[in-house]
């Protein structure tokens, strides 16, 4: 039997966390979620977890604004870990921000898949489902 992806939701607005769990229910998706509201919170997770893949998420939406550590704070440490870790994790940057500078900065940091517009669309996580 093929393996459950697990998506890692990143985002300090618990309503949004909530609503984009629904949504890969309504899709009919077979995912096991995890949810953290700070990116440090998720960040000791993957630490604490390192070598024990079936705990790693597959999938990591990732918001841009949170308080404690942001996205991009996240992602500048992940990095100085990524080569530590035995499986991939696509990491995808969603947020309401459609500042052209968080757009372009997230295009330019290769670890980032793709950024989506909050709220992300049934069509984009169709996508990365594709993309596992």
Do not use: W
């Not at 990732?62 to 080569?83: A, H, R, W, Y």
Request: net charge negative; aromatic share 10%.
């Amino acid at each position: 039997m093929k393996n459950i992806p697990k998506i890692c939701i990143i985002d300090d607005d618990y309503i949004y966390r909530y609503t984009v769990v629904k949504k890969m229910e309504t899709m009919h998706l077979p995912v096991k979620t995890l949810a953290f509201e700070d990116g440090e919170m998720a960040l000791d997770f993957i630490l604490k977890n390192l070598n024990i893949d079936s705990e790693l998420p597959d999938v990591i939406f990732l918001d841009v604004d949170m308080p404690i550590m942001d996205g991009f704070q996240f992602i500048k440490e992940f990095s100085k870990i990524e080569n530590q870790l035995n499986k991939k994790i696509r990491i995808y940057m969603i947020s309401s921000s459609l500042d052209p500078v968080d757009i372009e900065r997230a295009e330019r940091t290769h670890f980032i898949a793709d950024y989506f517009v909050k709220p992300i669309k049934t069509e984009q996580i169709e996508s990365v489902f594709l993309n596992l």
